[in-house]
């Protein structure tokens, strides 16, 4: 699975990162933790810039992810008939 590395690295460091760094967005590639930064933009600049065009996790340090939002399956438009 891709990114199946980042995803079990960040679970491991979750608990340090809620404390040090909450609302943060991290950058993991592979096995690294490449930094922490204010604004996912600044994370896939460093992670192009360091790795190049390669799977990352960019992820924002919050308690629980966020719900997934499908605004056309809320709204009723997946079957509009358009």
Same mark, same amino acid.
Request: proline share 9%.
């Given at each position: 699975?891709?990114? #199946?590395? #980042?995803?079990?690295? $960040? ?7 809620? !404390?040090?760094? @909450?609302?943060? $967005? ?12 204010? !604004?996912?933009? #600044? ?7 360091? !790795? ?10 919050? @308690? #629980?992810? @966020? ?16």
């Amino acid at each position: 699975m891709v990114l #199946e590395t #980042e995803v079990k690295h $960040f679970e491991s460091l979750k608990t340090e990162l809620l !404390r040090q760094s @909450p609302g943060k $967005f991290v950058l993991i590639i592979g096995p690294d933790l490449l930094g922490i930064f204010d !604004r996912p933009e #600044e994370a896939y600049r460093v992670g192009i810039q360091s !790795r190049g065009n390669v799977p990352m996790l960019i992820k924002q340090v919050l @308690p #629980e992810d @966020p719900a997934a939002r499908l605004p056309a399956m809320t709204l009723g438009l997946l079957y509009a008939g358009l």
